[in-house]
């Protein structure tokens, strides 16, 4: 079995067919060539958010979570190792997880790890398919939204039709050690967590000075080919900011549930800080994914109360993220409908997000080992966070777009119910359909 990338997907794809015994060659390209926004030569590159997102058990990403887990999650295992506070959120200090990640996989007899771009999967047109693939029953391809050009040009040719892709944002890092701490303040949103985030207020001035300068920011343009399409749930905050007054202090600068001590009041907006190492050396702003030029970043974040000094450890930046049109391309095992022999994993394959990417990587690899031992798996139903992500991929061909799990993604309750109880109910009836597919399925085992 051959594994192309090894990010999160190809990772989770090869350590599930390792181990059922199958003996998986991973090919990554990294460190003989590197995308635009990777710099570590190990496995499972985290390049945006270090954080995986909420484990909560009453929202999807919290299940999917559960699900997870309860498959053998090699991702959500070495992120347990590695994973620094962040409230209800499950997020990693990034360079031990990609380390952790590493290590597991070399240290796998059934993995062999090959670092090689493979350039061509042979489909009309390319040069001939690389040599190393030769011999190998089946392809997955999991060489994320950042695949090499070759690559995705041979991937198109053999899905039938052009790649579709949106612009994803990255959020700057700052450095701990260059934060104002006489006007930021450590708190949790309704005191859900143990003061794991720091927290930046903001008054009505402030704010809107904040919001008329990202407006008035410079921003790195896109290249003269390419259509700009943002994926929704990473939208750059300039972007957000355009929408209307109010936007930021209704979204990524939201202050509900947030008391400043110092006033005792709730604040108008506030800019959230979330450790991205164990030392809380460096923290991410959360929600502030942007596409601004650099020295732009520095004014306009430097004008955000305790930022006025702040270190840019990263900053902020914007790569294009490539897809399928996977209702069209994909079949409903993941197999290309042009060649039935090549699978997709990950964020390539339509899904959004680190572990959404993990365990289309996972269940890929579960259902190619049942194969390969004569047996068919079935998907989990849809109402479970992972049977509707696998089902979003077959549904909305001519509007399709890359998804994060949502309850809205499931099935309909038949029944009128308020926030929080259709969230209970809706998490009460995935565990429960997972649990029945599971004990069918014999995965648990």
């Given at each position: 079995m ?6 999160l ?15 998986v ?7 003989h ?14 390049v945006?958010?270090?954080s995986?997102?909420?484990?909560a ?5 919290g299940?999917l ?8 999650s090699?991702?959500l ?13 499950l ?6 997880f990609s ?8 240290e ?12 061509s999967?042979g489909?009309?047109?390319?040069p001939?398919?690389?040599?190393e693939?030769?011999?190998?029953e ?11 050009e ?5 991937l ?6 052009e790649?579709?892709?949106?612009y994803?944002?990255?959020a ?6 260059s934060l104002d701490m ?20 903001l008054?009505?001035?402030?704010y ?6 990202l407006?008035?920011?410079e921003?790195v343009?896109?290249r ?8 929704e749930g ?11 007054f ?7 600068l ?13 604040p ?18 959360v929600?502030?994914?942007?596409k601004?030029r ?6 306009v974040?430097g ?5 006025e ?12 993220n490539?897809f ?13 409908r042009?060649r ?5 994993a ?13 365990a289309?990587?996972l ?6 080992a ?21 089902m ?14 949502q309850f ?13 109880e ?9 565990r ?8 069918k ?5």
């Amino acid at each position: 079995m051959a594994v192309i990338g090894a990010g999160l997907a190809g990772c989770e794809c090869a350590f599930a067919l390792a181990r059922a015994g199958v003996r998986v060659t991973l090919f990554e390209m990294k460190p003989h060539r590197f995308s635009p926004a990777h710099t570590s030569p190990d496995c499972a590159e985290l390049v945006c958010s270090n954080s995986f997102r909420s484990s909560a058990p009453d929202c999807a990403i919290g299940l999917l979570h559960e699900e997870m887990r309860a498959l053998g999650s090699l991702c959500l295992a070495a992120a347990e190792t590695c994973k620094v506070p962040a409230g209800r959120a499950l997020a990693v200090d990034r360079k031990l997880f990609s380390g952790e990640m590493t290590r597991r996989v070399l240290e796998t007899p059934e993995i062999t790890l090959v670092r090689k771009e493979i350039l061509s999967l042979g489909a009309k047109g390319d040069p001939p398919p690389d040599p190393e693939l030769a011999g190998h029953e089946f392809i997955v391809v999991s060489a994320g939204p950042l695949a090499g050009e070759s690559l995705s040009v041979s991937l198109g040719r053999l899905a039938g039709e052009e790649h579709l892709y949106f612009y994803d944002a990255i959020a700057p890092v700052l450095d701990g050690f260059s934060l104002d701490m006489d006007k930021i303040f450590a708190g949790d949103r309704h005191d859900s967590g143990n003061g794991d985030y720091l927290n930046c207020p903001l008054d009505r001035e402030s704010y809107t000075a904040f919001r008329e300068a990202l407006l008035g920011a410079e921003r790195v343009p896109p290249r003269p080919f390419e259509k700009e399409s943002h994926f929704e749930g990473c939208m750059p905050i300039e972007t957000l900011a355009e929408r209307g007054f109010m936007t930021l202090a209704f979204g990524p600068l939201k202050p509900v549930g947030l008391v400043d001590p110092r006033t005792g009041t709730r604040p108008f907006a506030a800019l959230q800080l979330r450790a991205e190492d164990l030392n809380r050396s460096m923290f991410n702003l959360v929600g502030c994914q942007t596409k601004l030029r650099q020295s732009e970043q520095e004014r306009v974040f430097g004008l955000v109360p305790g930022l006025e000094k702040a270190g840019f450890v990263r900053f902020g930046s914007m790569h294009r993220n490539t897809f399928v049109n996977a209702p069209q391309a994909l079949s409903p095992d993941l197999s290309l409908r042009a060649r039935a022999d090549v699978f997709l994993a990950g964020q390539i394959a339509g899904v959004e997000g680190y572990a959404e990417s993990a365990a289309c990587g996972l269940w890929l690899g579960k259902r190619l080992a049942a194969g390969i031992r004569g047996k068919d798996l079935p998907p989990p139903p849809p109402e479970t966070a992972l049977g509707a992500l696998l089902m979003h991929l077959q549904s909305g061909a001519g509007r399709f777009q890359p998804s994060n799990v949502q309850f809205g993604l499931m099935p309909a309750l038949g029944r009128k119910a308020g926030f929080r109880e259709r969230r209970a109910l809706y998490a009460g009836r995935a565990r429960d359909s997972f649990r029945n597919w599971l004990e069918k399925s014999e995965m648990g085992r």
